[in-house]
């Protein structure tokens, strides 16, 4: 890029200097070896608790199929969007967040790059908690089977020691693998786990099927209640949904392009990783209501967040003996494998930019940002009101704040945008690509800042029950 930008020039220096040393090239900051791991690497970010629980309580509580429309609509006209926008920034500067902004001329927009960071930390310090959460119910369905009182049993082990042990072992494996590099790590991780899930949630899709009462399930998920289509919470709702699915608003898969090769389509892998994310968010929704229906347990589903997944499901499942045992092990081990993948892009974040903008070698980053990480999950761990903050804060602002700069950045600030994203990708694809503009210069900042407006009432409740409990 041109010599004016200060910023991009330290930042290119400071790389080179770090692989000279080493006698490495700049490509040795990492690349995937196959457009089917990137592929993988990215689906497995998406793929996480937010298909497997947030997407169906969401729908829950929102009226069934009008939700599930409206998302498909919001993951078109939002997520797909955004996610080109992170990709041309990530892929075009060849940075992660914080570099990828100094680098494209955007000085003073990278503090986003540092609230990327944060974001990242702090979602990961909670979602690791749950995660813990979701081995220890694995655990229990393959040893010793369900509790009779889950809801007893989960009020007993959200938080304190056992909370802190499970998230601290949860970590260790994710400090692991990223680790292990953006090809030897993530990807290989990736391509091994992703195919597996999927196998296993249309395996848990098609028993759900075969049991009595799913009916009632069905035709909750499936029939649309009109009326809600036009109900503007219930947008937000699916604009919000839409865009933490698919892990947009925080550099992670802008950090996950930057070790893309030029010649990749960016919208025929954006297309991709979007119909895989909401592929896995339905079936999950054909495994969770057919199950809540069967056993009657629709109270539970939405009334707190973690009532479905932590209570009901396990009360199902108990009530099914030795079969809702293995099925129950099943459906817990597919919800670990989705964290773990969804919990590695969001380190990577955070080590990619000490590799870029700090030299740090990927070992010591890896370790010092994991453990930084893991003692900040400690406080949510020992407490699920700070868990209940952390995961409204950024929900709700931080998230929805960083894909705001991104839309600006990308769609008024950035350089070429349409050119970086034809790069590599079919000649036909640039007649749509002003459209993609227009949306990321006007539709999506509308919605975000009314996302924006509404979240801080959650972030407000979040902190009352801090404080108060
Ligand atoms: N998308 C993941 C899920 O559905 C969560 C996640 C991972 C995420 N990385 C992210 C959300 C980055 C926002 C930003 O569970």
Redesign the pocket.
């Known amino acids: 890029m041109s010599d004016d930008i200060d910023g991009a020039e330290s930042a290119g220096a400071g790389r080179v200097t770090a692989a000279d040393a080493e006698g490495q090239t700049p490509a040795d900051r990492g690349a995937w070896n196959s457009r089917f791991g990137f592929i993988m690497a990215a689906v497995g970010?998406?793929?996480?608790?937010?298909?497997m629980w947030r997407f169906p309580y969401l729908t829950a509580e929102h009226g069934g199929a009008a939700f599930v429309i409206l998302y498909v609509g919001m993951l078109v006209l939002l997520g797909i969007p955004i996610m080109l926008a992170e990709f041309a920034l990530g892929r075009g500067t060849g940075l992660s967040s914080i570099g990828a902004f100094k680098r494209s001329g955007g000085k003073r927009w990278v503090p986003f790059g540092y609230l990327f960071v944060v974001t990242g930390i702090t979602?990961l310090a909670f979602y690791s908690v749950i995660a813990g959460w979701v081995s220890r119910y694995a655990i229990a369905a393959i040893f010793s089977g369900f509790p009779s009182d889950p809801s007893a049993h989960f009020g007993s082990m959200a938080s304190g020691l056992p909370a802190m042990g499970f998230h601290l072992a949860f970590m260790a494996m994710v400090i692991v693998i990223v680790m292990g590099g953006v090809e030897k790590g993530i990807e290989r991780a990736s391509v091994l786990m992703m195919p597996l899930l999927f196998v296993l949630i249309a395996g848990l899709a098609v028993w759900a099927a075969t049991l009595s009462g799913s009916g009632a399930g069905y035709s909750f998920y499936l029939a649309p209640n009109v009326s809600e289509l036009l109900n503007p919470s219930t947008i937000a709702a699916a604009a919000g949904q839409a865009f933490?699915?698919?892990?947009?608003?925080?550099g992670?898969l802008l950090t996950f392009a930057s070790y893309l090769s030029r010649d990749s389509s960016l919208p025929r892998e954006g297309g991709t990783i979007a119909t895989a994310d909401f592929g896995v968010a339905f079936l999950a929704g054909l495994v969770i209501f057919p199950v809540i229906f069967a056993f009657g347990l629709q109270d539970a589903v939405g009334e707190s967040t973690v009532g479905a997944l932590f209570i009901a499901l396990p009360e199902g499942f108990a009530s099914l003996g030795v079969a809702g045992r293995v099925v129950g092990a099943v459906f817990f081990i597919a919800l670990l494998i989705a964290a773990v993948t969804?919990a590695i892009?969001?380190l990577e974040v955070v080590v990619s930019a000490l590799i870029d903008e700090w030299d740090v070698q990927r070992k010591p980053a890896s370790i010092g940002a994991g453990i930084f990480v893991a003692l900040v999950g400690l406080w949510p761990a020992a407490d699920t009101n700070a868990l209940g903050v952390m995961d409204a804060v950024t929900g709700n602002i931080f998230?929805p704040l960083g894909a705001l700069g991104l839309a600006l950045y990308v769609g008024w600030v950035y350089k070429n945008p349409i050119d970086e994203v034809a790069m590599g990708a079919a000649p036909g694809v640039r007649r749509w690509l002003k459209g993609w503009l227009w949306l990321l210069r006007f539709l999506a900042p509308v919605l975000l800042v009314a996302i924006l407006a509404m979240g801080i009432g959650g972030v407000r409740e979040a902190i009352a029950e801090l404080i108060g409990g």
């Open positions: 970010s998406a793929v996480g608790l937010g298909n979602i933490f699915s698919l892990s947009l608003g925080m992670a969804s892009s969001l998230l």
